[in-house]
């Protein structure tokens, strides 16, 4: 992958009282012994043995200041479009997606028939992450979570939200070394905490994870058997739809309303196709517009900057499968990079015609 970098895979909605209930400012200022007590009384209440938290927690002690947090390629506003796709869907990485691909190919349509997500969406995905798990991480999980439950700077709500989810990602750690997932302690992960090919977090990892070999464990750190489900469940139970396309690329007409286009999943404008259509957006094949009145689909530019106003071209109008890759890593270059990189990981295999696309753009791509 590019660098290691957080997915933000869990729910916030409801995040313990200990976690949630302190103000901006004690957050901000709490030191990192006091994020260790506060993870540890949270991790014993939940059940955690004191022998497990005596031995994740022994000697535990910030990592290097981080520096990466605000400054991954898929937020950045510096980057295009173009060359966050370029750097990732490579030539040699869509070859080494097919024939991973080929290698798995019948673990991989088990895993289609079962939840509806095509064997080259996974691909995409393990080679964005980890290309395949080459690229991990270097850096022990609970000391980087608890590091960044002290460092994520700010004062506003979404600052808040994510120290509080480094520290519950912290506690979730812990059960999973009480469950017997020792890799916890003794394998690396990523910056944020994320862990092997699939680069989960630890709530993801109890929540998501499949045992696909049913060996009696999870093995999310070297077990394609169980990396591979894992990664389906996941966009299965994110909203995943088995045959449904991920979007089409669209043109907007002159003074169209560029309100309407959002750059975060928070602040959707989302209508139906005839809906767009009433507005001049049409399709850029020149085909009539999608007649489905029951979908409600959102307008997405990645270069688009809302503070400014300024965007250049392309545009997509994008469905329910395009929002599930979103749940993954929440920035719009990456769930295009994803969709489109797949359906030329797909492009004369045999899962291609079962999955219905945006047809993919010429790489490099040039836009």
């Known amino acids: 992958m590019t660098t290691t970098r957080l997915r933000v895979l869990m729910t916030l909605a409801s995040l313990p009282l200990l976690l949630a209930g302190q103000s901006a400012g004690a957050m901000v200022s709490d030191s990192f012994e006091s994020i260790v007590r506060a993870v540890r009384d949270e991790a014993s209440r939940r059940g955690v043995s004191t022998q497990t938290l005596d031995r994740a927690l022994a000697g535990v002690q910030p990592l290097a200041v981080q520096t990466f947090e605000n400054n991954q390629p898929e937020r950045s506003r510096q980057i295009t479009f173009a060359q966050y796709y370029n750097q990732r869907a490579t030539p040699a990485a869509i070859e080494k997606g097919r024939k991973f691909m080929r290698d798995h190919a019948r673990q991989l349509a088990l895993i289609e028939q079962d939840t509806g997500v095509p064997p080259a969406i996974i691909m995409a995905i393990l080679s964005i992450e980890s290309n395949f798990g080459v690229v991990t991480g270097d850096q022990k999980v609970i000391p980087a979570l608890l590091t960044l439950a002290r460092d994520v700077q700010g004062n506003d ?19 999973l070394v009480d469950e017997g997932y020792d890799e916890i302690l003794t394998r690396q992960g990523s910056w944020a905490g994320a862990v092997g090919p699939a680069q989960f977090m630890p709530s993801a990892i109890r929540r998501y994870a499949v045992d696909g070999d049913s060996d009696g464990k999870k093995d999310m750190w070297s077990d394609y058997d169980d990396v591979l489900p894992s990664v389906a469940n996941f966009l299965k139970e994110k909203g995943w739809r088995s045959g449904q396309r991920w979007g089409y690329k669209v043109l907007l007409p002159e003074g169209f309303n560029k309100g309407l286009l959002t750059d975060t999943l928070r602040e959707q404008h989302n209508k139906t196709p005839q809906e767009w259509a009433a507005l001049g957006v049409h399709l850029e094949n020149g085909e ?52 489109q990189m797949a359906d030329i990981i797909a492009k004369q295999s045999r899962s291609s015609a079962a999955m219905p696309a945006v047809p993919p753009s010429p790489a490099p791509y040039n836009q």
């Open 288 to 339: 009539a517009m999608p007649s489905d009145s029951a979908m409600h689909v959102m307008l997405i530019a990645p270069n688009f900057n809302k503070q400014t106003g300024e965007f250049r071209g392309p545009v997509y109008m994008v469905y329910d499968n395009f929002r599930a890759v979103m749940e993954y890593n929440k920035s719009y270059k990456y769930a295009l990079t994803v969709l």
């Open 157 to 175: 709500r979404r600052a808040q939200e994510r120290r509080a989810m480094f520290r519950e990602e912290a506690v979730q750690a812990l059960m």
